[in-house]
């Protein structure tokens, strides 16, 4: 086996888009996700090592050393960086001309010739669902003989061997808690709306949603839902709820964990009487008697992607979702006490200055304790990466997703509402939502009662307000 080395690169300082996060981009608030992914190769490669530099403060410089002592490096790489990423494994190349490197990640799945043809430094792109393709290379394997591979054939052109299928045995896959233990601090890891300590992990792969913008089910999850059993899930929250005493709140970052509401349920019952809090990615249509059996049992937040306040966007994006019955499930997590935090989507197909407008009334109406306001993001991949480019929506390159510095780019440009409109939305959206009287007392209150969110919310107050001064700066220049 050769001796591993699975490396979420460093970026920006305070970017959060590889190996775990939903989309790639700086954030509001410090924001770290687990490097999910590449915690699953790290478990199923013996002793092999688990890096994610954007979360410890790593630098390149300081994590180069580190090329001398192993065999093969895989690189969880993102569209929005993948220059970077290049440059990453150039360094590492250079400092060990014998490494063999490697690319994974819904990007290079995407466009693995070109990902491969970006440097020599490269020597294979694993695409889609890339774990045991992973494996069998670290294995030693011949390439030819793998499935899932891209890499260079005699004659120096990208050769690809045909996809792997997706695995369905998720059970079969080895829990992720003992490879944090090993190799991360959980101290590194924050969410704005989940406690402090906080861990994640997937229990499932795929959704069963047909999301337009969505990256991770058009790329490599796919768009059916496979997941571990009730049992196996209860079995490694208890595993890691022994290893990691000091973690206050568990999130299952499956793409929507709630796909199956019988299993959902049944984890609930599992794991309920353990008595830390759980929270998890849900859609927006549970039905109330679900919801009871989850509050009991130690649901605390849940993670809803909203998108829109108008239906006729929510079905130009195949978001599945009427809007009556989002309000339905609104109104019955306010009753139950269950905490909501609401994504929202700005300049997505259909969207114009009424809409925004209306979207705004929506997130009101709903109001979600938190929100997240963001900005269409059309990935390679996605469907709608193919409808901006098939309807010229692409505002500059379709390569530019992020501004210097690492902030969101309003990507797209439309007929009747400009990506400038899009982007200065974001920050008025956020204004109008969090600078009213009625959420200025909530917030309060949820700091006069709980010293350590009080610390936390002044925190993120100051890293907000910075947000908002230093994007705008950014898109200036």
């Given at each position: 086996?050769?001796k591993s080395l699975?490396l979420?690169?460093?970026?920006f ?19 770290n ?12 490669v013996p002793?092999?090592k688990?890096v994610?530099?954007?979360a ?6 300081q ?22 990423e ?9 400092a060990?001309p ?27 792109v ?7 393709t992973?494996?069998?290379i670290?294995?030693g ?23 792997r ?11 992720v ?12 890891y924050?969410?704005g ?9 997937y ?6 949603s047909?999301?337009s913008?969505c ?6 999850g796919g768009?059916v ?9 209860i079995?490694e929250v208890?595993?890691?709820r022994?290893?990691?005493p ?11 964990f ?5 299993r ?10 353990l ?6 990615n849900?859609?927006?249509n ?9 509050k009991?049992?130690g ?6 992607g909203?998108?829109s306040?108008v ?9 599945g979702?009427r809007?009556?019955i989002?309000r ?19 300049g997505?197909?259909g ?20 929100l997240?306001v963001?900005?269409?993001a ?10 901006a ?9 379709k390569?530019l ?22 982007f200065?939305g ?6 109008a939502?969090?600078f ?11 700091m006069?009662?709980d010293?350590e ?25």
């Amino acid at each position: 086996m050769k001796k591993s080395l699975f490396l979420n690169p460093p970026s920006f300082e305070g970017f959060d888009g590889g190996a775990g996060a939903r989309y790639q981009a700086k954030r509001e608030v410090k924001s770290n996700w687990y490097p999910t992914w590449l915690g699953q190769l790290a478990a199923l490669v013996p002793e092999s090592k688990l890096v994610d530099a954007p979360a410890s403060g790593k630098t390149l410089d300081q994590i180069l050393p580190m090329a001398k002592d192993y065999e093969l490096l895989v690189i969880y790489a993102s569209a929005a960086t993948y220059a970077s990423e290049v440059k990453v494994a150039e360094a590492f190349k250079q400092a060990n001309p014998a490494i063999m490197i490697g690319m994974v990640g819904a990007h290079v799945a995407t466009l693995p010739e070109p990902s491969l043809m970006a440097s020599t430094a490269i020597d294979f792109v694993a695409r889609h669902e890339f774990d045991y393709t992973i494996v069998e290379i670290a294995e030693g394997r011949p390439f030819a003989e793998i499935d899932g591979l891209t890499f260079r054939g005699e004659d120096g052109k990208p050769f690809s061997t045909k996809d792997r299928a997706l695995i369905h045995d998720m059970d079969a896959l080895p829990y992720v808690a003992p490879v944090y233990r090993r190799d991360l601090n959980v101290e590194d890891y924050f969410i704005g709306y989940i406690k402090h300590p906080y861990m994640s992990f997937y229990t499932g792969r795929g959704c069963k949603s047909k999301c337009s913008f969505c990256l991770w089910p058009q790329t490599i999850g796919g768009r059916v839902y496979r997941a571990r059993s009730a049992a196996s899930v209860i079995e490694e929250v208890k595993q890691a709820r022994k290893m990691f005493p000091e973690v206050k709140e568990f999130f299952f970052d499956d793409d929507t964990f709630t796909d199956d509401l019988e299993r959902v349920e049944e984890i609930a019952k599992g794991i309920g009487h353990l008595g830390v809090p759980w929270s998890c990615n849900a859609k927006a249509n549970i039905p109330r008697k679900t919801l009871d059996v989850l509050k009991a049992n130690g649901l605390r937040v849940l993670l809803v992607g909203y998108e829109s306040g108008v239906q006729e966007i929510l079905n130009n994006i195949r978001k599945g979702l009427r809007l009556d019955i989002v309000r339905k499930f609104s109104q019955d997590c306010h009753d139950l006490g269950i905490i909501v935090h609401g994504t929202f989507i700005l300049g997505l197909p259909g969207e114009t200055r009424e809409t925004i407008k209306q979207t705004l009334a929506f997130a009101k109406e709903v109001n979600p304790r938190t929100l997240q306001v963001s900005m269409a993001a059309p990935y390679p991949g996605t469907e709608l990466y193919e409808q901006a480019i098939a309807n010229g929506w692409f505002k500059e390159s379709k390569e530019l997703l992020l501004q210097t510095g690492g902030w969101q780019v309003a990507a797209l440009n439309y007929p009747n509402l400009s990506s400038e409109e899009i982007f200065k939305g974001v920050a008025d959206f956020y204004k109008a939502y969090y600078f009213r009287p009625s959420k200025i007392f909530e917030i309060l209150g949820e700091m006069i009662r709980d010293w350590e969110m009080m610390k936390r919310r002044l925190r993120e107050g100051v890293e907000f307000f910075r947000f908002l001064r230093t994007r705008d700066r950014a898109n200036a220049c």
